[in-house]
């Protein structure tokens, strides 16, 4: 950097945590100098139009910055995202499909109905029984239930077993742990709270029942290769050894968040692969806990069309204007939920900060799946998903390689 320019890196991190004091939960994790949030904390408070003319401004100086294309293009990325959180905290119009695009570097548009009665179809013909197939569904993820009081000792069996996995393909921190705790009155199934230093805390949402065949997915989610392991690695690599000082913070509704979710939704197939539902039956069957492995991982494939539902609804919601009565029943038609999850995700879908969220599911794991279905011929998929685990990759950059591949 030369002497005298801005130090925009750093300054990306300041702006980060002045978003925080308008919009408390926007910083996701900080792992940087305590001294530097003391700072920003020791500032007055901004206003929306101070944080988006500050977003602006650094957009402006990136090019000046010299910095590698990686780490302006990552940069480039986030402080757009935060342009658009400051026009929308200061109450300019911004429609909600440009609101996605400039968090998330990503096009959304509403699910084929052809494919998710396809979907239908599939399971139509695994499920047992002659009754509606919403019935039958609901009867098998009953089936499924987790009993309350086992919740905490299923995910902590598999996350041990997800743990020696992860640590032999992928390595991990000698130091690093994660400690769980169920919680209640969230707008989301399972959360991470990453604290630095290899540490985090997994809260688990008890509010609705969860599935033994769902926990795989929870836990590697979370932690083992999910967003645990994501921060280990880039706060070893990217921070402590790089010295890129901007991954010391993660903000929310930035394209690292639909990279990071992403990557965590192709956890398991990451860690385990294909098998991984006779593999959990297996973890969990050691505790007296049973569940048809084999027909649960047939089901999930065949549901898996089904995801895209819940953006279905949000852009009904927030760019067509339909009713909420009429989306929460688009919810329960298409992914065959009773009204109360259907009106779970309603909840994660309206709150204000996590309204646009929901693509990142969506879109991360479809655009992650096809870069890793993509590469090189003989490369294993631990070598592909190392790479969103250590490298500062972007959606955009990530679409780049996918059209040049």
Not at 105 to 128: C, K, S
Not at 286 to 292: A, K
Not at 332 to 341: A, E, N, Y
Not at 343 to 356: E, K, S, V
Request: glycine fraction near 8%; hydrophobic fraction near 45%; include cysteine.
């Amino acid at each position: 950097m030369a002497a005298g320019a801005l130090d925009v890196p750093l300054e990306y991190v300041r702006l980060g945590l002045r978003f925080d004091r308008l919009e408390p939960g926007f910083v996701d994790a900080y792992t940087g100098d305590p001294r530097v949030r003391a700072q920003v904390l020791d500032e007055p408070v901004p206003t929306p139009q101070r944080l988006r003319d500050r977003a602006r401004a650094l957009l402006r100086e990136l090019d000046a910055a010299a910095l590698p294309e990686d780490r302006a293009g990552f940069l480039r990325g986030q402080l757009a995202g935060l342009e658009c959180s400051a026009r929308k905290m200061s109450g300019e119009p911004v429609g909600f499909l440009e609101e996605v695009s400039s968090y998330f570097q990503v096009d959304v548009t509403l699910g084929d109905p052809a494919a998710y009665a396809a979907a239908h179809a599939e399971l139509d013909a695994l499920l047992p029984g002659d009754g509606p197939l919403a019935e039958r569904y609901a009867a098998h993820r009953r089936r499924e239930e987790c009993p309350p009081a086992r919740l905490a000792e299923a995910v902590h069996a598999l996350s041990s077993a997800l743990r020696d996995r992860v640590r032999a393909a992928y390595g991990l921190p000698e130091a690093e742990v994660v400690r769980y705790e169920v919680v209640t009155d969230k707008p989301w199934s399972g959360f991470n709270y990453y604290e630095g230093d290899f540490r985090s805390r997994v809260a688990i949402n008890a509010d609705l029942p969860h599935r033994l065949s769902q926990l795989p997915h929870l836990v590697a989610h979370e932690a083992y290769p999910g967003h645990h392991t994501e921060h280990c690695r880039k706060e070893l690599g990217l921070v402590e050894r790089a010295a890129r000082v901007e991954h010391t913070v993660f903000l929310v509704n930035t394209p690292e968040c639909l990279m990071a979710e992403g990557l965590a939704d192709l956890g398991v197939r990451a860690a385990i692969g294909g098998g991984w539902g006779p593999w959990a039956a297996e973890v969990l069957g050691d505790l007296g806990l049973r569940f048809d492995g084999h027909l649960a991982e047939r089901v999930a494939a065949a549901a898996a069309p089904l995801n895209r539902v819940r953006q279905d609804a949000a852009v009904l919601l927030h760019d067509r204007g339909v009713d909420v009565d009429e989306v929460a029943a688009h919810i329960q038609r298409w992914s065959l939920v009773s009204p109360d999850r259907a009106r779970q995700q309603l909840r994660f879908l309206t709150h204000p900060l996590w309204r646009a969220y929901t693509s990142t599911y969506v879109e991360g794991f479809d655009l992650l799946s096809s870069w890793l279905d993509a590469r090189p011929e003989g490369q294993p998929v631990a070598d592909r998903f190392l790479r969103l685990l250590d490298e500062p990759l972007t959606p955009a950059a990530v679409t780049a390689e996918l059209r040049a591949a």
